[in-house]
């Protein structure tokens, strides 16, 4: 074969084999994020297993104690949820009362009269826009006429409040057209929602079962592997670059780990802060708990943390009919001001404390290049590419870096 | 041969032999090379291999075993280069089979040959620790080559992991170092001696 011939087999095979990888990726996206989830972990989990294995406990039954952990406390966790999980009644109501903040909310911050045609200055600038967005929202809270029989046939305290909503909404349908739309659909739209998720429910739990399956297992193979993985990646490499590619790998495997193990602890200590201070502030703990996890669990994609704690807390200030504050000054009329005081405390709190001393130099990326990869991940794979966003382009960054300085070192470009 | 200096692993010495110097490149060459404990012959597997090693001298089977989970088994062709000179090292590398010569360039650009390695000789040893240091000499195969190679981050991961065993071996590469250091420095003074005609 002719060196011609060879350098156009080489390219074929490569841009077939990238082809291949991307077509492979594209595919089974909808396993990345378990993937990333038990990957992540495992990375978090290898000082651990070190430690264990340190005390003469095998490798394997290390990994295995920690998944059983993992496992327990997840089983703990959902057993807790579905305890915490409102029945069917307590939903209705909390449909009910958020529906009736909302309307009463909005009404009084547009300054609108008893017909919702006439408001203040501020309600003639942005209601074209704001009015579709309120009506989405009305079509998800509105009850149907059963929903609202069985309120009635529950002898709810919030009949009252229902009342006033259906006649909030009356006003409104009478008053857009997107409004009769959404009083004439919201009983239909509503209820072919609840009899297909009942449907679609246990198929729905098969997959994500069958999907999630493979976070254990990558957990587990990851936390097993005490270097096969590694000795198989540089055994396909030539002997000219073997120690270049040892010295990258061990680059990226540092950067990769600051990162996650970084990552993982700013994000316990932002939501352990945002749990603290909604709880002084107020909100009751079993909330402050719900909204710390969520806050955490979200700060995984810069800034989804900052945007999940005010989110949720405002959510909270919404329903909130009275507050117990451990501090002065909140009062049920400040308690939205409140919640994103003490959020805009958290979000300092992590950039000035969290990110500098948990997270260190690991990450140093522009924040240009930090948005433009969360939206382009997402553009590409959803929330999948969100959450990976910023790992891969570590990665990346690490990669060409070290790819680099050490090609160079070893004269090889 | 001086049985002091005779090691196991040092197949051949090659150094040009020019009047006066030739003796002291011999030993500076030896004793940069010189692995302080003969071993055994037997090469029946891995961990037998790495049980010979002097390296891993103090350290038990269980510990082999998982010393063999972790470095890096690499083939040779015959000429193939190894290690270049001038360049940055990461790992240190063990014959297990063939041999390997180590060669350094002469200012005019010819290389000498300096010695030939057979099993189980180990070099590259300052590499490991993270040294820094660029290579002064390079190591080609002569024949085909098998090579076991033991990485920086290697031995990084294995300080997490088994401390204990990390540290038999860094104790172990230190003896190694400190023993070529001193043979250098005898290979140096006896040189010296030589030279100036004293006894």
Known sequence: ?????????????????????????????????????????????????????????PRGVAAGLLLVTFASVGLAGLTSLRAAMPTEIEALEVRVRALHALTRTYRTVMGLDASWTRGNRFYWLAHRDLDPLVDRVVDVLALTPDERAQLVASRSKLLEQERANAQALAIRAGRTPRGEVAVRTAGASSTSATTSAAQDSAPALGDILSTWIIAPLIFLFLLWDSGDLKRGLLSMVPNRLFEPALAVLADIDDALGDYVRGIFLECCALGLTVLVLLAIIGVPVRWAVAIGIFTGASNV????????????????????????????????????????????????????????????????????????????????????????????????????????????????? | MNAKLAFSGLKEIRLPRRAGSATTFARRARSLFQQPETLAADRASLVEFLGQVSLFADVDRRDLVRLARIVHAREYADGESICEEGRPGVALFIVRRGVVEVVRCAAGGEETSLVLLEPPASFEESAAVGAAMTRWFSIRARGPVSLLALGKSDLDALMVGSPALANKVLIRLAGIMAARLQMLLDAELAAEFNLEGRP
């Open chain 1, 1 to 57: 074969m002719t060196t011609r011939t060879g350098v156009a087999v080489t390219w074929v095979v490569g841009v077939a084999s990238a082809i291949l990888t991307a077509w492979l990726l594209w595919g089974l996206r909808g396993l990345i994020v378990p993937a990333f989830v038990g990957g992540v972990l495992a990375y978090i989990c290898r000082p651990l297993v070190a430690r264990l294995e340190r005390r003469r406990i």
């Open chain 1, 301 to 413: 994609v810069p800034y989804m943390g900052f945007a999940a704690a005010l989110l949720g807390g405002l959510a909270y200030a919404l329903l909130a009919e009275e507050v117990h504050p451990l501090i002065p000054l909140v009062t049920p009329e400040t308690f939205a001001i409140a919640v994103i005081v003490a959020v805009a405390l958290a979000e300092l709190v992590k950039n000035v404390v969290y990110e500098p001393i948990v997270l260190g130099g690991s990450v140093k990326l522009h924040p240009l290049v930090v948005v433009v990869g969360i939206i382009g991940g997402a553009t590409l794979f959803g929330p999948a590419g969100m959450l990976l966003a910023i790992p891969t382009i570590t990665v990346v960054k690490v990669l060409v870096a070290s790819s680099a300085r050490h090609l160079t070192a070893y004269g090889l470009i």
